[in-house]
């Protein structure tokens, strides 16, 4: 059912909970899980106290940079658009969790806070999806990176120094389909061995990736 409390739209759900969960979606509605047992007065006062923190949280959704979200409010992972909730909580967290992203947040949080999390979000995922691709793609060419780190990359995908083969990812693949990552591993692997685009680069890139003109254009289409 939804309601309205001082003045704000509450879709209010009833569930065998044991206490009261209030979030905020990224497009600002508010909804309530409240457990059985409690009253209507109860769950209205409860939305009335919380009336400031739920303003604050709807401002810092919609204030989420286009760096960071999709222009209708999702979060994307791996090439899956998820919907995004805030709710109040004693720490700061991220999770993804019933096919969307939760933010929890404490009241004192900053205006910045949702893309900090997310951005952290995504370096975890982006570490543990290199960790486990790079080592195949090195065994694949049999060349070897000599240290590599996630950075956050406005013009470039990845990049690396031939002389210290030192190869750099940005945090922004962690938003697209998972053979984007394999392709630029790959990319930025066979610049070990070749520092331009020149013929032999693309045809080794060709020979590993087949795909790699598709998978490109595939990135470049949405940054």
Known sequence: MTETINGIPVEITRKRIKTLRI????????????????GSDTIRNFVTAK????????????????????DNGEAYLWGVA??????????????????????SLPPASDEKSLTLLLEAFYK?????????????FEALTGLKCASWSIRKMSSHWGSCTTLT????FSLNLA?????????????ELLHILYPNHGRQFKADLT???PDWQNIRKKLNNRK
């Open 23 to 38: 979030t905020v979606t990224r497009e600002g509605a508010v909804k309530v899980s409240a457990p059985f047992f409690l």
């Open 165 to 168: 083969k030192a190869i750099r």
């Open 207 to 209: 020979r590993y990736c």
């Open 82 to 103: 998820y919907p995004i909730t805030i709710t109040q909580g004693q720490r700061a967290k991220c999770e993804l969790s019933g096919g969307m992203f939760i933010f």
């Open 124 to 136: 975890k995922e982006l570490t543990r999806q290199i960790k486990a691709r790079l080592p195949l």
């Open 51 to 70: 009336t400031s923190w739920i303003k604050k949280q709807q401002e810092r959704a919609k204030s989420l940079s286009r760096d960071t979200l999709h």
């Open 175 to 187: 938003k697209h389909p998972p053979e984007c990552l394999d392709y630029v591993i790959l990319h």
